[in-house]
């Protein structure tokens, strides 16, 4: 009986720790500050919130996250795609930012011909994405935007994977000359930079914002 009454114990206690590992893993919602009210003059028109866990398993390859933009207002956007143009730092325990730059933000040097949009970020890698909750079946690395209907949302599935090998405050300054290697398991403080930049047909065209998370830690050790 006892035996019995251990058993039904250990089986529930998984139980419970599933359900909170699981719960756990949808994160917390980090909402960003407008850093310009250029969008319209409106800083209501657009919201954004990051859904992160702040312990994270080294089994996941890399950091994961997602970054939701919701449109507030009664008609439809077209933005650029907000996987592409985030721009991500990430801080080791030297206190040093160890993030891939954003090569998207970049000018792209070619002929005029030859200048066709490509996803070319590599501070993050996107995964799945949503509007209104609805999986969308398109590749997001082929989209250079991304429209949301009114009053509806954007939820994108990101992941850091790969970063700078940065040991010295020097290297900082020549991080793209330095070789990229895998996350390695550690305590990371992490802030995130993205800009709402509306397609040209928008009303909006022309008017961008810029929106910051708040420095976020990151236990990446589990």
């Not at 250990?10 to 139980?15: I, R």
């Amino acid at each position: 009986m006892k035996k019995i009454s251990a058993y039904i114990y250990l089986v529930c206690l998984g139980l419970l720790l599933n359900s909170s590992t699981i719960n756990a893993q949808t994160g917390s919602e980090i909402k960003f500050k407008l850093l310009n009210e250029q969008l319209a003059g409106d800083k209501n028109l657009v919201t954004v919130s990051a859904v992160i866990n702040a312990a994270q398993s080294v089994s996941g390859n890399g950091i994961h996250f997602a970054l939701i933009v919701k449109n507030n207002s009664g008609n439809a956007i077209s933005i650029k795609n907000i996987a592409d143009v985030l721009t991500v730092t990430l801080y080791n325990k030297l206190g040093l930012d160890i993030a891939i730059t954003n090569q998207s933000l970049a000018p792209i040097n070619r002929r005029p011909s030859d200048r066709k949009w490509r996803f070319r970020s590599e501070s993050v890698v996107p995964d799945k994405f949503y509007i209104n909750g609805k999986e969308e079946k398109s590749n997001l690395k082929n989209q250079q935007y991304i429209e949301i209907p009114a009053g509806g949302n954007c939820k994108v599935n990101l992941r850091i994977k790969d970063v700078k090998q940065v040991e010295t405050p020097q290297d900082v300054q020549n991080k793209l000359l330095k070789p990229t290697i895998k996350l390695a398991p550690g305590n990371y403080k992490l802030k995130l930079y993205l800009s709402i930049v509306p397609a040209q047909q928008n009303k909006l065209a022309g008017r961008s914002a810029i929106y910051l998370s708040p420095m976020i830690d990151i236990d990446y050790t589990k």
